[in-house]
């Protein structure tokens, strides 16, 4: 079989075609293209994230990031965190944020959660997986991501 440019695109377009692409879910998918292809959890002693990943050249882009302080909550199976929650009282920094960081996009952050949660099906044991799920609604206000949600399930690798 001879190899030529037109066969090499028809088999790099069967295979991308193959490529399971994932997409998150919530009116803010009418402004931005959140879809990923991978995922990853990270936890530390006064965080836990979740990163929705998409490669780009060299590199990837984070195509969603939702992150949750730890003060005072413990880290356990099916245990919801409140991401609207403010640590250390009302006046304190919200537990949860959103963020983005995608090659040739401008920065643009996201309001302040009205209501969300974020939960692990298991542990976040080094080099497993876990599933979950997080949901989001933003407050109301001028900002484009006002009043808006953003929701999924995930199954994630644990550096």
Same mark, same amino acid.
């Given at each position: 079989?001879?190899?030529?440019?037109?066969?090499?695109?028809?088999?790099?377009?069967?295979?991308?075609?193959?490529?399971?692409?994932?997409?998150?879910?919530?009116?803010?998918?009418?402004?931005?293209?959140?879809?990923?292809?991978?995922?990853?959890?990270?936890?530390?002693?006064?965080?836990?994230?979740?990163?929705?990943?998409?490669?780009? &050249? %060299?590199?990837?882009? !984070?195509?969603?990031?939702?992150?949750?302080?730890?003060? #005072?909550?413990? +880290?356990?199976? *099916?245990?919801?965190?409140?991401?609207?929650?403010?640590?250390?009282?009302?006046?304190?920094?919200?537990?949860?944020?959103?963020?983005?960081?995608?090659?040739?996009?401008?920065?643009?952050?996201?309001?302040?959660?009205?209501?969300?949660?974020?939960?692990?099906?298991?542990?976040?044991?080094?080099?497993?997986?876990?599933? &979950? %799920?997080?949901?989001? !609604?933003?407050?109301?206000?001028?900002?484009?991501?006002? #009043?808006?949600? +953003?929701?999924? *399930?995930?199954?994630?690798?644990?550096?």
């Amino acid at each position: 079989m001879q190899v030529t440019p037109l066969s090499t695109l028809f088999l790099t377009g069967l295979l991308t075609a193959c490529t399971p692409h994932k997409t998150l879910e919530g009116s803010v998918t009418e402004y931005l293209d959140l879809t990923y292809e991978r995922v990853e959890a990270r936890a530390s002693k006064s965080e836990v994230t979740v990163n929705f990943l998409q490669p780009r &050249g %060299e590199g990837e882009n !984070t195509v969603l990031k939702v992150a949750a302080r730890l003060e #005072g909550v413990s +880290l356990e199976p *099916r245990a919801a965190i409140d991401l609207a929650q403010h640590v250390g009282g009302e006046t304190g920094p919200q537990r949860g944020a959103v963020s983005r960081s995608v090659l040739d996009e401008p920065s643009r952050p996201f309001p302040a959660i009205e209501r969300g949660e974020l939960l692990f099906d298991g542990y976040l044991d080094s080099g497993k997986t876990v599933t &979950g %799920e997080f949901h989001v !609604t933003f407050v109301n206000g001028t900002d484009v991501y006002s #009043g808006r949600t +953003l929701f999924g *399930r995930f199954e994630a690798t644990v550096p």
